[in-house]
């Protein structure tokens, strides 16, 4: 059984569209976080949400929304792509916001063109 | 942005030597440092963690100790084999403040055990 799944694996789109990325965790877990690792795979947190609140939110443009339809999904929509948005995107979960066991997703590879 | 300083960037390893990589801490507020291991392909995964208040912990071939006057923890890898061969990241939970489970990772370092 997969733990954090995370739709789809591989994204390539066209500068200037909007794309969404979904992400599910089957372990019961209350909180949730989206990760971008880029090419250099420096892995920088992006959001996080625990039980359905926005508890991490850092410098990301404001082109990224999270949202969280429950606690077991946290999905990312993108407005606007850009170039410098390719990069693979994790999706994680923890049993609550101070466990810092943080289970990831397989990760979606984002290529905008 | 912060950034958590981890050494090597890169190490290669002959199958059956010692992998050591190497992480500066700022602070020990939170109590729970982990290291993570991410194989191409696939998303990072714990691969072992320490509490501060403890100067060692062993999981089979794999180590973490802490060195408080040198603010480090160290990841050693005993008898380091061909599938060990991945990216390691430390992980420090204070590096960012006080928020919690926001984890700031090291820059990753890319080890590869020779056979």
């Known amino acids: 059984d997969t733990a954090v799944s995370q739709t789809p694996k591989y994204l390539v789109t066209q500068m200037g569209n909007d794309k969404s990325i979904k992400c599910e965790q089957n372990?019961?877990?209350?909180?949730m976080y989206w990760y971008k690792q880029d090419s250099k795979k420096f892995l920088k947190i992006m959001f996080s949400y625990n039980n359905k609140e926005l508890i991490i939110n850092e410098t990301v443009p404001n082109r990224f929304s999270p949202k969280s339809p429950d606690k077991a999904h946290l999905n990312l929509h993108i407005n606007s792509l850009e170039l410098g948005d390719s990069a693979v995107y994790f999706c994680?979960?923890?049993?609550?916001?101070?466990?810092?066991?943080?289970?990831f997703g397989p990760g979606t590879r984002l290529t905008v063109l | 942005q912060q950034q958590v300083k981890q050494s090597p960037q890169s190490l290669i390893v002959q199958k059956g030597g010692i992998s050591i990589i190497n992480c500066a801490y700022e602070?020990?507020?939170?109590?729970?440092f982990p290291w993570y291991q991410q194989f191409p392909g696939k998303g990072p995964a714990l691969l072992i963690a320490?509490?501060?208040?403890?100067s060692e912990k062993k999981e089979g071939r794999f180590t973490i100790s802490f060195n408080k006057s040198a603010k480090q923890f160290s990841l050693h890898i005993m008898d380091s084999q061909p599938g060990d061969s991945a990216t390691y990241f430390c992980a420090d939970p204070n590096a960012g403040g006080t928020s919690y489970g926001k984890l700031t990772f090291g820059q990753g370092t890319i080890l590869t055990v020779h056979p």
């Open positions: 994680a979960s923890s049993q609550d916001r101070s466990e810092n066991t943080q289970y």
């Open positions: 372990l019961g877990h209350d909180t």
């Open positions: 602070n020990t507020a939170f109590d729970y």
């Open positions: 320490i509490r501060p208040d403890v």
